[in-house]
């Protein structure tokens, strides 16, 4: 379903093949459990670190312990802190209310129709032999079509600098057989790394684990290759709406639209045309 | 019992659940305030749920200045250049010569516009590195390579008299890719998660042509005689009310987008202003326009000015819009709800 319903202007189910690699290697991605993730922020640490990463501001939010904020030029990796109030068994003292905490580790979803590699006019985005989407330094200029195309917010563009940057999901230590340093640093197993396929399967293992422990709202988020995105490369285990976590409930490449996009601006273009000639001809 | 929020600690109130209800404990986080501070909630606000009210979608680092700047001279150069043709064949020298002028001016601010915008100035020939039909910016950098060298090379003719040859052949060209100039602008923005810009992609393309329309009218009325610019008047007054018409059947188009045109105060203005300079360069160009060269003058002023105001009005419209996640969420809600309905 997923292709025909998006049609047009995108490629197929698998990136890497519809991008041209022959033999490319099986897709890589993320798989981040966060019923497990404890908010340690090793991923966000190991990821400025391998990738030197600039340091994008020390302020206080006064949102839970998150004062990194949301991804961005600086930060590949976003530790997301939800506090919710929730109805317990009550205790000695009859009180029936706690607090659960959400903590979720975001990241580039690395999308099967990527739209900011889509829009990017240079060439500087690319797909590479993993399915992954990178941005080539050396190519970018600044032009900043890829940050609101991107529909989870995740590419900005770096000030003092003036290219964009994202998550590169490790492309220097993919080539080397590495771990991304996230998923390396993860103490959790919340961040796993791995072929797509096999983490689509143990993804789906969990959930049904859960489950059957009585957490009904444990659901996953991007791992339908039929979704607005053909499914993404970097998927989750949510435990609430996506929006809670500051991710889109029904993100859509915005490429899907372009071809009628196109078709009316030729329309409005012929349009255009006509009436100057009328005004011209007209009254001669 | 508190909720620690990004705008402090608040009271617990009963549980407020937003779409997809169901679940017992967690709270839905709401909008307290505007991002500018204001105490007034935008009208009709659907509940929705959010991180701490950050926005979903990065929202764009481009500059009013340069790139609605842009949208507008784009528009003007575009179809400055089908002014120039038409007036060409139809025997209005000073009309052609004044409209190819106009046009070679403002793509060439346009030029140095979109160059000034990127983060990397040095590396703007990157844009012709590669041909990609999925980026409108790319096929957008080949027309316009393709439009400025056609006007340049009209203007240059028109003024000197000098290559007639080359001069008519860069008319035609213009024309033709002058029309595509006007309106892949409006492309290029709906192709963005941006949601004004994106729900607004079935109208942009028809708002920005009519605007683009009545500014190269006004410059047409501004620039040449009045003995030549009776073309321009009616242009000018058809396309200034396909404008004003065309923006509002695409705000009414673009579901509560549009009322990101209420929340920001800039796009608010822009397009108050857009409305009076409009209207009165219409209003002018119907009356005194015939009979006065100073009233023509006044009445492409105010029409350049309006088609202006109109670009930068959609321009903050959709930063407005990128920067509340309530606009990407609601609806992606309510297509996730109207899925579910029509497929159980």
Redesign the interface.
Known sequence: MGDERLGG?LGGSDPSRSSGYENPSSRMGFFTDTSVCIGCKACEVACKEWNHVPEDGLVF????YDNT??L?ADTWRHV?F??????RPPSADGNR?GV?WLMSSDVCKHCTHA?CL???????LFRTEFGTVVVQED???????C???????????RKG????WKCTLCYDRLGEGQKPACAQACPTESIQFGPLEELRNRAGARVAQLHDAGVA?ARLYGEDPSDGVGGDGAFFLLL??P?????????VV??R??P???R??????????A???G?????? | MSDVTRTGIQQASPAGEAVGAGRPGPRAFRRQASRHGGETPVVGEAEFRSYYGLPIINKPVWRAGNIAGYLFLGGLAGASSVVAAGAQATGRPALARAAKVGSTAAIGLSGAALVHDLGRPARALNMLRVLKPTSPMSLGSWLLAGFSSCSVAASTSAVTGRWPKLGKAGTIGAATLGSGVATYTAALISNTAVPVWHEGYRDMPFTFAASAASAAAGWGMLSAPIQETSSMRRLGIAAGLAELGASEVMKRRMGIAAEAYRESPQARRYEQAARVATGVGIAIAATAGRRSRTASVAAGAALLTGSAMMRFAIFEAGMASAENPRYTVVPQRRRLAQRAQSEG
Do not use: F, H
């Open positions: 202007l939010s006064g949102m839970s904020r949301g961005g997301a939800i506090e919710q109030k929730v109805a209310s659960r739209a889509d829009v990017c006019p240079t060439g500087a190519i970018c200029n600044g032009c900043g079509y940050i609101p195309a991107c529909p989870y917010g995740v590419i900005d563009q600098d003036g290219r964009a709202e609430d709406e929006e809670v976590y500051g991710l889109p409930p029904d993100p915005t490429t639209d372009l009628r996009m196109y009316r601006a030729a329309a409005a273009a012929g349009v255009l045309l009436a100057v000639a005004a011209v001809v007209w009254g001669r």
